[in-house]
């Protein structure tokens, strides 16, 4: 079975500075894809960045990016330029290239950003 | 856009009652659907996967005779809570699976809001 641990349950960062959140994860598939989601209080889940495993470029989506390092299975997300509406429950999770399973997710990390 | 609507997102009833929640896929075909469980300030657990036409399959520890997973249709899956007690008060939240060819769209899950469920 596939585990995802996030070490971080809280981070803070001041506003406009970067942050980089920590995500590895354990599998023994070689086709699987993994994902950031943002979970603001609503708790509605939003999708933040993915990542193809067989893509060896990492992903970037306006101010986030992530450093994809399969052979260590780290995938952490850097946010530049933190903004207020940065602030939220951050979730990676993988989910695997055979489609027949849902998601599986880190417990989360808490990010608060400072004015 | 790939719109998945859940409903209801707010429901209190008292223990010992049953309680439907509807996940809904409005602008795609879902053969798959999943059902998720989160707890106050925790992780989103999988509960169980739910197959169009086909009987759901649940994850170990999850009662499949307490969650009873219907998926008669290729845009809607219910979960009903049966016989539902405070320990079951808790986030539920369903995501749809969208296919595209022999791959998947952008976000091969997409989540409906929530229902919060609290049992007094």
């Known amino acids: 079975a596939q585990t995802v641990t996030q070490s971080q349950p809280e981070m803070s960062v001041q506003e406009a500075e970067t942050v980089t959140l920590s995500c590895t994860y354990d599998?023994?598939?070689?086709?699987?894809?993994l994902f950031w989601y943002k979970q603001p209080p609503s708790r509605q889940m939003i999708l933040v960045i993915r990542?193809?495993?067989?893509?060896?470029q990492n992903a970037t989506e306006n101010r986030f990016s992530v450093n994809f390092q399969k052979a260590a299975k780290s995938f952490s997300l850097k946010i530049s330029d933190s903004q207020l509406g940065d602030a939220a429950m951050y979730f990676c999770?993988?989910?695997?290239?055979?489609?027949?399973?849902?998601?599986?997710f880190g417990k989360g990390t808490h990010l608060i950003i400072q004015p | 856009g790939a719109v998945v609507s859940q409903h209801p997102s707010w429901v209190i009833c008292k223990s010992g009652t049953s309680v439907k929640i509807e996940c809904r896929s409005l602008?795609?075909?879902?053969?798959?659907m999943f059902w998720y469980r989160q707890f106050p300030k925790q992780s989103l657990m999988l509960m169980a996967t739910?197959?169009?036409?086909?009987?759901?399959?649940?994850e170990q520890g999850v009662e499949k005779d307490k969650f009873l997973i219907n998926h008669a249709s290729l845009t809607l899956s219910t979960l009903t809570v049966t016989s539902a007690h405070p320990e079951d008060s808790s986030f539920y939240i369903c995501?749809?699976?969208?296919?595209?060819?022999?791959?998947?769209?952008?976000?091969?899950?997409?989540f409906g809001d929530g229902t919060r469920l609290s049992i007094l």
């Open positions: 995501s749809a699976m969208k296919r595209t060819g022999r791959g998947f769209s952008n976000q091969p899950q997409h």
């Open positions: 599998t023994s598939e070689s086709d699987y894809y």
């Open positions: 990542q193809e495993a067989y893509k060896q």
């Open positions: 999770a993988y989910f695997s290239g055979g489609g027949a399973d849902g998601l599986t």
């Open positions: 602008d795609f075909q879902a053969t798959t």
């Open positions: 739910s197959n169009e036409g086909s009987k759901a399959t649940y």
